[in-house]
């Protein structure tokens, strides 16, 4: 009899701990529901703005975006209106704070939050294709975000949602620009074969990542300058005249560099070397050691072209 009794109570000890946890669940669900589009907490950043690792299921990477694409039933060209302005603006984005104005948190700021508002942090989406980021530069992680926020690494960025740096975590360093060598080269190459030779270095770069099939148009975009640099230099160059190419140990030597480079860096240097984009530009500034232009290239016909229709994807 007894141990009946230990049974019936064991069982009704059971069925309340179950009721208190699915309650305890149902208000936690509820609470994220209400909670989960606040602007002001963000992926990446617990309550003090302080940064912490994203977890890879968080990450906006271009598989994503692509998919939400996809779901509104809108062609490539999208990625294209996004892409090109992206390259272009690549250096303009808004410097991280000086370790000066980098806010710490006070001791009593420094407590771990519990899990339900961690979760209701990673909840939280940006934009209407409801993706979830970080911050503005990690936008098209891997391939087509900015470089790595150094004080989001540090433990903490002030500038949050609005830091035009990658808050993402990347496998490895990241090389975002050729050395010095080779970018004097590409400098001082013409329009024509620079494009011609960072063309297919950008679709072997895309074909490896797999967003060959997303980027089509944007390629097809490229390939049309390239045709477009080939007849106006047939017709502008003098018959006897043949301009001396560069040693093959020196272009060898800058594709290698070239293939390193993710590819929004690789996409700078080709947009660069597109007519429209060069009949906009009074040419190559000190500046530009990542092959993307300052704020010349923002007011480049080929952004006034794209900007129309891309709305606020341009940053």
Same mark, same amino acid.
């Given at each position: 009899?007894?141990?009946?009794?230990?049974?019936?109570?064991?069982?009704?000890?059971?069925?309340?701990?179950?009721?208190?946890?699915?309650?305890?669940?149902?208000?936690?669900?509820?609470?994220?529901?209400?909670?989960?589009?606040?602007?002001?907490?963000?992926?990446?950043?617990?309550?003090?703005?302080?940064?912490?690792?994203?977890?890879?299921?968080?990450?906006?990477?271009?598989?994503?975006?692509?998919?939400?694409?996809?779901?509104?039933?809108?062609?490539?060209?999208?990625?294209?209106?996004?892409?090109?302005?992206?390259?272009?603006?690549? #250096?303009?984005?808004?410097? $991280?704070?000086?370790? =000066?104005?980098?806010?710490? +948190?006070? &001791?009593?700021? *420094?407590?771990?939050? /519990?899990?339900?508002?961690?979760?209701?942090?990673?909840?939280?989406?940006?934009?209407?294709?409801?993706?979830?980021?970080?911050?503005?530069?990690?936008?098209?992680?891997?391939?087509?975000?900015?470089?790595?926020?150094?004080?989001?690494?540090?433990?903490?960025?002030?500038?949050?949602?609005?830091?035009?740096?990658?808050?993402?975590?990347?496998?490895?360093?990241?090389?975002?620009?050729?050395?010095?060598?080779?970018?004097?080269?590409?400098?001082?190459?013409?329009?024509?074969?620079?494009?011609?030779?960072?063309?297919?270095?950008?679709?072997?770069?895309?074909?490896?990542?797999?967003?060959?099939?997303?980027?089509?148009?944007?390629?097809?975009?490229?390939?049309?300058?390239?045709?477009?640099?080939?007849?106006? #230099?047939?017709?502008?160059? $003098?018959?006897?005249? =043949?301009?001396?190419?560069? +040693?093959? &140990?020196?272009? *060898?030597?800058?594709? /290698?560099?070239?293939?390193?480079?993710?590819?929004?860096?690789?996409?700078?240097?080709?947009?660069?070397?597109?007519?429209?984009?060069?009949?906009?530009?009074?040419?190559?500034?000190?500046?530009?050691?990542?092959?993307?232009?300052?704020?010349?290239?923002?007011?480049?016909?080929?952004?006034?072209?794209?900007?129309?229709?891309?709305?606020?994807?341009?940053?």
């Amino acid at each position: 009899m007894q141990l009946r009794r230990d049974r019936a109570t064991s069982s009704d000890d059971d069925v309340q701990s179950s009721e208190s946890s699915s309650q305890t669940f149902g208000d936690v669900w509820q609470s994220l529901g209400s909670q989960g589009n606040q602007p002001e907490r963000q992926v990446g950043h617990n309550s003090q703005g302080v940064g912490r690792r994203q977890d890879p299921s968080y990450i906006p990477n271009l598989t994503s975006i692509a998919s939400s694409e996809s779901e509104r039933g809108t062609s490539s060209s999208g990625f294209v209106q996004w892409a090109i302005p992206r390259a272009e603006s690549a #250096s303009s984005a808004s410097l $991280p704070p000086s370790p =000066e104005q980098t806010v710490q +948190p006070s &001791p009593e700021q *420094s407590v771990q939050p /519990s899990p339900e508002q961690m979760a209701s942090q990673d909840l939280t989406t940006e934009g209407d294709n409801n993706l979830m980021t970080p911050s503005v530069g990690s936008h098209g992680h891997p391939e087509f975000c900015r470089r790595p926020c150094i004080f989001f690494a540090a433990g903490s960025c002030s500038n949050h949602i609005s830091c035009g740096y990658c808050h993402c975590e990347h496998e490895q360093r990241v090389v975002t620009h050729v050395d010095r060598r080779n970018r004097k080269l590409l400098h001082s190459m013409a329009a024509l074969d620079r494009l011609e030779l960072l063309l297919p270095l950008l679709e072997q770069r895309l074909e490896s990542k797999g967003l060959r099939e997303m980027a089509g148009e944007l390629l097809q975009t490229l390939q049309e300058a390239l045709q477009e640099l080939r007849t106006t #230099s047939e017709q502008d160059r $003098p018959e006897d005249s =043949e301009e001396p190419a560069a +040693p093959k &140990p020196q272009i *060898s030597r800058l594709k /290698s560099g070239v293939r390193k480079l993710p590819c929004i860096s690789i996409l700078g240097w080709a947009v660069r070397a597109s007519p429209v984009y060069l009949s906009g530009l009074p040419g190559d500034s000190a500046d530009n050691q990542d092959g993307f232009g300052g704020d010349q290239a923002l007011k480049s016909p080929f952004s006034q072209a794209t900007d129309r229709n891309s709305g606020s994807l341009v940053q």
